[in-house]
């Protein structure tokens, strides 16, 4: 096993040989030679059926493979750009329609359970982008289910809800664990009714703004029976 600086330094000169190997097979260069080879095979078996035009066979295995080569590259280069841009929306959207890198070295604290650690990087993130709801929420998530700190939490979630121009997935991200905290034991039915009442005027539509209406009816059944009892 090694440590230290000669582990680091093994680990970095990995991820680099491993970097270009990637950067490599995405720019479309080892399908475009596959594709050279195959187009200079189909250029010959055209020569051989005797439907290829009139050059000299090495021109034409040439011209095959020439032709292969582009229609290869542009090909893989447009499933990888298209697929990078997927990928991109799913791991962290930002505020803008565009989207933040991933940001594994906070994801390594994560797994490693330093999530006190993780929290404050996630801070760190929200700070440099100001207009991004995603490193916040990631950090109040942190907040809510591993550090245990619901008001804290609670006051991150209601922040993001206050930033201007961010996507309405957000605001109803953040609207549902406001009533998650505010419903859960020890919270705030008060709050609860009004946040839910919110988040129906919100999103009238759909299975959230159903439970929502669900569970105003419960607390207005559990305030009744308290008020019948006293």
Known sequence: MLGGAAGRCYDSRVSSHENRITRFAHGGWLQAAGGALLGAFFAILMRVAGIGPRVPLWLLALGGAAVGWAIFRFVTRAIFSGSEELAKQLV?????????????????????????????????????????????????????????????ALEIYERVRRMPGIREEHVRYASQKIIDIHLAPGGDAGRALVELRRFITMFPEGREADGARAAIAGIKAEQGRAGDVS
Request: proline content about 10%.
């Open 92 to 152: 962290m959207p930002d505020a803008k329609g565009t989207y933040a890198p991933q940001y594994s070295h906070i994801q390594a604290l994560e797994v490693q359970e330093r999530y006190a650690e993780a929290f404050s990087a996630w801070l760190e993130v929200a700070e440099s982008q100001p207009g991004n709801p995603s490193p916040l929420l990631r950090g109040a998530d942190l907040q809510l289910r591993y550090l245990r700190d619901a008001p804290a």
